[in-house]
Structure formats: structure tokens, C-alpha cells
């Protein structure tokens, strides 16, 4: 999130635009050959498509594990000594809970043990015979989605421009002549109407189930009869007539994620 400072009550509009990101990425293999020809590899995919990155190396899961927190992707061979690749993504995933990131490559020359390692929920998988098919397929992949969180709203007021992370916004909320967008960090003003600033977000998985209000589907937890529970414990009406059209967008919403 921007650490700009902002004003009590401003007249602002907005853009969008993008920002460009630093992926930062470790890769975990007790092969030292292999595992400095995959960074070469990596780093030269993201070269190619104009990634910023920065790549660290470790010879065992133990050692990630203290430091996962650091990383957006995590490159993981499944077959290691003391802990293998399974049991590291495992711990990994207990310990960020519901945060999005560090996403999980397994890296592996058998295929047979793919079935296992989806339990751990994995982004990807990199076969070390295909590496050249597989990886610039992967980071492709995950350059579109750091590309779409870090898409950001520009607020224009008298005095300075202010840029708001679409994927930061929980929801808007329409009082009297405002539209205020709530983040997780901080709440903005904006002297519009709900229309106007719903049309202009609607395309960014924003569902409306309320004339007054808008929601990011990725805020949601879930949709009961009459509200929207968001994640954070916030309830948003909904009314009769958006019910069904909500329940259908955000389904949809799901469906396409998931794919």
C-alpha cells in the first residue's frame, strides 16, 4: 500500500495503471549443478519478459522454512534428504494461513509422485526433462497475476496524486455525496456517485449487492440470504433484487480462478 499521506475530504477522480513489481524467489534443491542451471533459467524467463527478480538457493526445506515469509514463489524439488519437497510446501501452507503468497513450484523428475504433492496445493509443477516447456510457461503465468494485483487506482486531488492497489480495496460504501473506498489500511474519499464508481471497477471481480455498496470478490467469505460476510467480519447488505445476479457473478468469478 502507498504510505502517501491523504486529507480529510477531497474532490479526486481516478486511472488505472500498473505498477512494476520485484518477484522475489527461492529455489530449493541438495543438487548444487541443477540447482544453479534452474536459477540461470529462471532469471533469464524473467529477463525475457521484463521481470524484475531477486533468486535465492537453498540446499534443504528446513532452511526456507525460516525464511519463507520473504518469498512471492518458492521453486521446491520434491525429492530432498531429512524433509523432501512435499513435507516443506505442507509447513509452508500451515504457516501462512490464508495468505496468497509464497506460491509453491514443484520441481521433479518423477511424474508419479505429481498425485501426492497436490495435496500441498501447488501453483505449478516443473518436470526437470520438460524444464525448457514447462518454466516459461510457469513464470508467463505468474508475471499475468502479479500484473493484475499490482493494477492501482489513482486518486487526482488538488495537491498530489494518490495510487490505491485495486486488490487492497475490500469494498465502497456510498454516503450522501461519497463514495468511500475501504482497504485494508486505510479508508479514501471520493465525491462521486456509486454508479460511476462501480462502472469503473466492475471488470476488476467488484460485485454490487447493494445500491449502496460494491465488493471485491476476493474479500468475500461468504453469501447468505440477505448480506455478504467479507473476510474481515464486515457485513454488506444485499438486496432481494442483486441476490441472484451476485450469486451468479461471484460463482463464475470462482469458477474462472480455479481453472
Known sequence: MCKCEIGTLRQCSYNIWQVKS???IAVVDDEPIFIDALINKISDCCNL?????IIDKYSNGYSVLENYKKYHLIFLDIEMPSIDGIATAKRINDLKGNAETPFIIFVTSHEELVFDALKSFPYSFIRKNMINVDLPECIGHINKYFNEIHQTIILHTERKDIPIIIDEIIYLEKIKNYVIYHTYNQDYKVRSDMNTEFKRISSYSFVRPHIGFAVNNKAIHYI????VLLKNDITIPM??????EIKKKYFKWLGDRNA
Open 224 to 227: 447468505a440470504v440477505d448480506c
Open 239 to 244: 438486496n432481494k433484487k442483486y441476490r441472484e
Open 22 to 24: 520485484m518477484i522475489n
Open 49 to 53: 519478459l521484463g521481470i524484475e527478480c
